[in-house]
């Protein structure tokens, strides 16, 4: 049975957060033109800092010690711009043919490890609640029962989407992908953890994460954790003029966003 958009996954017993991030920052940005003509989306700024800066943050809070970040379109600007960072350290992962989301992440797992690792969008943006969002996903994986476990926004919460939502969740937080035409009280945020061992089995350069995802959901490994706080939805122009208007409401504009990290000395 579904649940309501107030349900999460049940906590498991003292997990740690993972060590090593893999950054998604890839992507052609295509909705986006004309701000990413001249500069890759995860550059575009949002809030006072590029949406990449924001992502980097939030890991580097959590603890988070190393970040693995794919570029391709205009990728010089983003080696660049990360050259001078220290927290978390930084790896590039350049493709010279874009792989997608899940290609992106296999053909870096040379640099991944073998331990269960955040993936993160780097065109996402959100505001967390009481609990940091990846401190709370990492005490919600539990590696006994979850192969992939995906952060989640209800759908009617989430700033600037009108789409139809993502997944239903049930009671334990297991995950199940709407049907066509149906609507789904839950969309996916940008962020999950999963386990890089499944890459493996793989063999195509270049797939999603989709693919991975539908697998884990057909071996009941599939799980969910609704997010707490804000999340926007920044896919185009407009939507980046209507997040940085909302971000300067009284309300919005005394949350937490995290500002680039300089070097240390």
């Given at each position: 049975m579904s649940v309501s958009a107030a349900a999460v996954a049940t906590p498991a017993p003292a997990a740690s957060v993972p060590h090593t991030a893999m950054v998604l920052a890839a992507g052609l940005g295509l909705r986006m033109r004309p701000?990413?003509?001249?500069?890759?989306k995860p550059l575009v700024e949002?809030?006072?800092?590029?949406?990449?800066?924001?992502?980097?943050?939030?890991l580097a809070e959590s603890g988070v010690e190393r970040a693995v970040v794919?570029?391709?379109?205009?990728?010089?600007?983003?080696?660049s711009h990360l050259a001078d960072r220290s927290s978390p350290a930084i790896t590039l992962s350049p493709e010279a043919d874009l792989l997608e989301t899940g290609g992106g992440v296999r053909h870096a797992l040379?640099?991944?490890?073998?331990?269960?690792?955040?993936?993160?969008?780097?065109?996402i943006l959100w505001l967390d609640g009481p609990i940091p969002a990846?401190?709370?996903?990492?005490?919600?994986?539990?590696?006994?029962?979850?192969?992939?476990?995906?952060?989640?926004?209800?759908?009617?919460?989430?700033?600037?989407y009108d789409g139809p939502g993502d997944y239903h969740m049930e009671a334990d937080g297991r995950l199940r992908y709407r049907a066509e035409g149906e609507l789904a009280p839950f969309v996916?945020?940008?962020?999950?953890?999963?386990?890089?061992?499944?890459?493996?089995?793989?063999t195509e350069n270049r797939f999603s994460n989709l693919r991975l995802w539908q697998q884990a959901e057909e071996a009941g490994r599939l799980y969910g954790m609704r997010h707490d706080g804000v999340w926007f939805h920044v896919g185009t122009p407009e939507a980046v003029e209507e997040v940085n208007?909302?971000?300067?409401?009284?309300i919005l504009h005394d949350a937490?966003?995290?500002?680039?990290?300089?070097?240390?000395?």
């Amino acid at each position: 049975m579904s649940v309501s958009a107030a349900a999460v996954a049940t906590p498991a017993p003292a997990a740690s957060v993972p060590h090593t991030a893999m950054v998604l920052a890839a992507g052609l940005g295509l909705r986006m033109r004309p701000l990413t003509l001249t500069r890759p989306k995860p550059l575009v700024e949002v809030g006072g800092a590029p949406l990449l800066d924001h992502a980097l943050d939030r890991l580097a809070e959590s603890g988070v010690e190393r970040a693995v970040v794919n570029t391709h379109h205009l990728g010089a600007m983003i080696e660049s711009h990360l050259a001078d960072r220290s927290s978390p350290a930084i790896t590039l992962s350049p493709e010279a043919d874009l792989l997608e989301t899940g290609g992106g992440v296999r053909h870096a797992l040379p640099h991944l490890g073998t331990d269960p690792i955040f993936v993160v969008n780097a065109d996402i943006l959100w505001l967390d609640g009481p609990i940091p969002a990846l401190k709370r996903l990492a005490a919600t994986w539990d590696p006994a029962v979850m192969d992939v476990l995906l952060l989640l926004m209800p759908t009617v919460a989430a700033v600037g989407y009108d789409g139809p939502g993502d997944y239903h969740m049930e009671a334990d937080g297991r995950l199940r992908y709407r049907a066509e035409g149906e609507l789904a009280p839950f969309v996916f945020a940008g962020v999950h953890i999963v386990k890089p061992e499944l890459y493996h089995a793989i063999t195509e350069n270049r797939f999603s994460n989709l693919r991975l995802w539908q697998q884990a959901e057909e071996a009941g490994r599939l799980y969910g954790m609704r997010h707490d706080g804000v999340w926007f939805h920044v896919g185009t122009p407009e939507a980046v003029e209507e997040v940085n208007t909302l971000l300067g409401h009284p309300i919005l504009h005394d949350a937490k966003l995290s500002q680039p990290r300089k070097a240390e000395p």
